[in-house]
């Protein structure tokens, strides 16, 4: 690893160790954010970060790429990783999943001129939605602390470990070519970025920022694991979502606190969220 990286990556831990010394909000503890103090570092330089660039750049890829484009652009990185979800099929047993995927994946590759169009739904090849953060926990695996990684937000141990297996997954970690790789990484990262611009009031007006994005991440994830896959999958989990937010309300007289920054896999919504898949790793 470079000199350089070394020293960026060194640096950016200090900055979260020292940054996590500072007083947690009063009240109960969560039981299941047993490392709140660093994941609040965390969620702080995440913030910046997402104020300062990622924010900034997403509103501007939505202003200056047409709406068209953008269904495009979204089409091609949801086949292209359809590998995913067709493996997480196949682990959890859903054999008729997999076979519905497998032809989603062959039409649009075909007739959806790589991607860019989506003929299968219309052909009633609902798009699925599975992760190995999804499969492990359908397998009895325990979810683990809650945990905030930087650049991309909320997780738990279990997604982690998910996020890692998924990114073997798809063939865009098999691209040789640097340059095609990371830009075609950085496009994925802002258009995933730009989905959730319309969340950003709802996160913003959180009393507490840090605990909505909390339970958020994690009663999207329990449905996930828990619930059933279904068309309105989406609408379930905006609902969850606005329920926790209802839950962390500032009550009145209550000072604001400080905005949100939103994931990017995720993408956590894997891409957190309410969409279907956070940003990966």
Known sequence: MPSTIRTSLLSLCLLLLTAGCAALPTGKRDPRDPWERVNRATYRFNDKFDRAIARPVARGYRAATPHVVQTGIRNVYDNVDTPIVMLNDLLQGQFKSFASDTGRLLVNTTVGIGGLLDPATALGLEKNDRDFGQTLGKWGVGSGPYLVLPFLGPCDVRDSFGKLADTYSTPRTYIKNN?????????????????????????????????????????????????????????????????????????????PQSSPQSSPQSSQPEQPPPQSSPPRV
């Open 179 to 255: 340059y095609w790789y990371w830009s075609l990484w950085l496009v994925e990262k802002v258009d995933a970025r730009s989905r959730f611009l319309d969340q950003d009031r709802l996160i913003d007006n959180a009393y507490d920022a840090y605990a909505f994005l909390r339970n958020a991440y994690r009663q999207h994830r329990d449905f996930k694991v828990n619930g059933g896959q279904s068309a309105s999958e989406e609408e379930q989990e905006l609902k969850l979502m606005e329920e926790a937010g209802e839950d962390q309300q500032a009550p009145q007289g209550a000072p």
